[in-house]
Every structure is written in structure tokens, then in C-alpha cells.
């Protein structure tokens, strides 16, 4: 049963310390998204990529988060420097494009505390 | 205006019963829609797509209407474990990529 994984599974920092969050997309999955979620704002895009390639990362703060895919087995999200109102769960999603039905699967989360 | 809008909620329904949500989306050129349930401190998990002609998944039908820019989610005899928060999911394409949007969520809690 293939799925997508995300480590770590819980961090707990404290602010302005460097995190990055990995997300193993499922093999022959070829876009992969980034989303925050919080009580308040529920489930926001952050970047979004196909092919390894970044398409759209406007939902993203770019003064610290960054978000790149090294190789099609790993996507990595970064933030640097940590802020407390970036505590959220992160989830990394990964689908296979085809036409207008993409379908996304997600990871299970990656809890951030910035304290 | 929210590009999706959901009633958060939440629905307490008996179990048995029959209960509808609504999701609303203001970009007439949306083209995929889907439904996705999320279990407390849980990823969200597809639950169906959306299509024009309507779809039924054993409890649970999906029906869009382009008109009035809505997709709906019925379900049938609810049951304990139907209880989560259901998102709609709104997918346009625009310049080779899609945009995908989130509701925020309708939670459901069924009642013994």
C-alpha cells in the first residue's frame, strides 16, 4: 500500500532555529504540494510542484520558507528562521497529473511548535 | 469572498439519518471538484470526486451543479464513524498548472 511519508512527525523548536520538514512522494507520482494547516485558517497551499519542477509557490512567505525537490523521491520544506506563528501541521500531498482529475494524496503531517 | 466556502458546522445528526453539505466556489472556470475527509489530528483522505453527471459511492452521492457554482455531498444512514470534517476541493488550470483550493471544512458528528 503505497503512501506518502513525512518525517519528522512532530518538531518542536524554538524561534528563529532553521527547520526542515522531508516528504517522500509515492514512486511514479509526479506533482507534489505543500499545505499548512491551522485552526484559524484551515488547509493553505504553500508550493506546489510537477515534474520536480516549482509551478506555483505564491502561497508561500518567501523571506523564510523555501521549498525545492532534489530528486523525484524527495521534496523538502524549509523555514529559516522559525517564527511561532508558524506553528501548524504541515502535510506534504503527492498525486499523478493526468488531464483535469489530479488527485492528491497526503502524508501525515509534520506538527510544528515554534515556542 | 472566499474562492470556496463551507459551513463549518457542526452537523450533529442520530445515527441513521440522511444529512447534506454544501460547498459553494466563485471561479466559473473551476474544473475538478472532489470531496476529501479528514479525521481529528488526521491527513485528509479522498473521499470521492465530483463529476457533472453526478456520482454515488454506497452511502455517499456527489453531485455538482455548474449553474449555481455548488457541489453537494450527500449521506445515507449515517453511521458513528461518518463523524469527521468533510472538505470540498476546487481545482482550476490555468497557464499549464492547476490551482488547487481548500474549504475549510464542515464537521460532522454523528449522535448514537
Known amino acids: 500500500d503505497a503512501r506518502v511519508t513525512q518525517t519528522p512527525r512532530h518538531k518542536v523548536t524554538e524561534m528563529g532555529q532553521e527547520v526542515t520538514m522531508r516528504c517522500q512522494p509515492i514512486?511514479?507520482?509526479?506533482?507534489v504540494f505543500w499545505y499548512r494547516q491551522t485552526m484559524m485558517q484551515g488547509l493553505e497551499l504553500l508550493a506546489y510542484?510537477?515534474?520536480?519542477?516549482?509551478?506555483?509557490d505564491s502561497g508561500m512567505p518567501k523571506d523564510r520558507f523555501s521549498a525545492e525537490m532534489p530528486d523525484a523521491t524527495l521534496a523538502t520544506l524549509k523555514i529559516q528562521p522559525s517564527e511561532p506563528r508558524d506553528s501548524a501541521v504541515y502535510f506534504c500531498a503527492s498525486g499523478l497529473a493526468q488531464g483535469v482529475t489530479d488527485t492528491q494524496y497526503f502524508g501525515p503531517g509534520t506538527r510544528l511548535t515554534v515556542l | 469572498r472566499k474562492e470556496v466556502e463551507q459551513d463549518p458546522g457542526p452537523f450533529n445528526v442520530p445515527e441513521g439519518a440522511t444529512v447534506a453539505f454544501n460547498c459553494t466556489y466563485s471561479n466559473s472556470a473551476s474544473q475538478s471538484f472532489f470531496w476529501y475527509r479528514q479525521d481529528c489530528r488526521k491527513e485528509p483522505k479522498l473521499l470521492m470526486s465530483v463529476y457533472s453527471s453526478g456520482n454515488e459511492d454506497g452511502r455517499f452521492t456527489a453531485q455538482l451543479n455548474r449553474a449555481s457554482q455548488y457541489i453537494s455531498l450527500l449521506i445515507r444512514d449515517s453511521k458513528l464513524s461518518d463523524s469527521a470534517t468533510y472538505l470540498c476541493v476546487v481545482n482550476s488550470h490555468s497557464g499549464g498548472y492547476q490551482k488547487v483550493t481548500f474549504g475549510t471544512g464542515t464537521k460532522l458528528q454523528v449522535i448514537p
Open positions: 514512486l511514479g507520482h509526479n506533482t
Open positions: 510542484f510537477r515534474n520536480r519542477a516549482p509551478l506555483d
